[in-house]
């Protein structure tokens, strides 16, 4: 399934590059005060490693163990010019594999971008450069008639293995049960790819996900999918997501810089407009922004 994962992921990558409006990004100039706070560690080796936990399209497309197209790749290239050092792609299997990376020091940051939420606050920095919705991808006609978490009882419902989305699901099926329906059917997936294959092919309902990449897999399907449940909070409340860095690490700090002067500088806004994502853009990017839980 993996492999299976990749390639699509790959294909989707080499069709998002052809078909993305050109947009001149800027080329970024070492920024030496920047460069000289990043930890001695990473300017000797002259490199950091950031790690993802799969295709997160149309942020990241990953196309190999250490290659990667999409948004983040451009925001990674973008930071990489900034700050002076090489950035290296890593892929792991889920989130709790992406966080705990992070935390042992295997890597150093994943651009991302990760859901932030209080609860993953206590072990990790978020530096949040982007806004999300959470929705439904759904079989074109919407068949199964999942319009919001209140349809869901009953359902198979695809989600990403230890995101947030899955602990809402699970959640309403908890409601579910307690009101007298069926519970959910939670599928979980470790990847992107794999959870809107499984839509495609009916053996889930729905993926509930993040709006930005269920709109891309949306215009990438033929006419096979839509979205349903936008503009609905289903189960969120504000959401904001952004790169991880481990917790008050001064990385951290110099990221948080490094993405002020990539707003300020129109390289943000440029990158973002790129690949279709200016209803995600935020106006200045911030530390630790989520504030609530999800309901």
Same mark, same amino acid.
């Given at each position: 399934?993996?492999?299976? *994962? ?29 460069? /000289? ?6 300017? !000797? *080796? ?9 295709? $997160?399209?149309?942020?990241? =497309? ?42 042992? &020091? ?5 651009? &991302? ?12 920095? $978020? =530096? /949040? $450069? ?5 929705? $439904?991808?759904?079989?074109?006609? #919407?068949? *199964?008639?999942? #319009?919001?978490?209140? +349809?869901?009882?009953?359902?198979? =419902? ?10 809402? =699901?699970? !959640? ?18 470790? /990847? ?19 709006? *930005? ?20 909070? #289903? ?16 990385? &951290?700090?110099?990221?948080? +810089? ?6 300020? #500088? ?30």
């Amino acid at each position: 399934m993996k492999k299976i *994962a990749y390639a699509m992921a790959l294909v989707l990558g080499l069709t998002a590059t052809l078909v993305q409006a050109a947009e001149t990004i800027p080329t970024q100039t070492v920024d030496k005060a920047l460069h /000289d706070r990043l930890p001695d560690e990473v300017k !000797k *080796a002259g490199k950091m490693v950031a790690v993802n936990n799969g295709s $997160f399209p149309p942020y990241e =497309i990953v196309s190999g163990p250490n290659s990667m197209d999409g948004a983040t790749a451009d925001l990674t290239h973008a930071l990489s010019e900034l700050l002076g050092v090489k950035i290296e792609h890593a892929s792991v299997s889920g989130l709790p594999g992406l966080l705990a990376g992070i935390k042992s &020091g295997r890597y150093q940051l994943a651009v &991302g971008p990760v859901g932030d939420y209080p609860d993953r606050q206590e072990k990790n920095d $978020f =530096i /949040d $450069f982007v806004q999300e919705f959470v929705v $439904f991808g759904v079989q074109k006609g #919407n068949p *199964a008639k999942i #319009n919001g978490l209140e +349809d869901t009882c009953g359902k198979r =419902i695809a989600v990403m293995a230890g995101g947030s989305a899955e602990q809402v =699901i699970r !959640k309403q099926s908890v409601a579910c049960t307690d009101a007298g329906k069926p519970a959910v059917t939670v599928q979980s997936f470790t /990847d992107q790819p794999s959870s809107i294959l499984a839509v495609r092919s009916k053996r889930s309902d729905a993926f509930f996900s993040s709006q *930005a990449p269920l709109t891309y897999f949306v215009e990438q399907a033929e006419g096979q999918l839509e979205l349903t449940g936008t503009g609905k909070k #289903n189960g969120f409340g504000d959401i904001f997501q952004g790169s991880v860095v481990p917790k008050d690490s001064e990385l &951290g700090n110099v990221l948080l +810089d490094a993405y002020k002067e990539l707003f300020k #500088n129109g390289t943000y806004a440029a990158i973002m407009k790129k690949w279709k994502l200016d209803g995600n853009m935020i106006a200045e990017p911030g530390r630790n922004l989520a504030k609530g839980t999800p309901k």
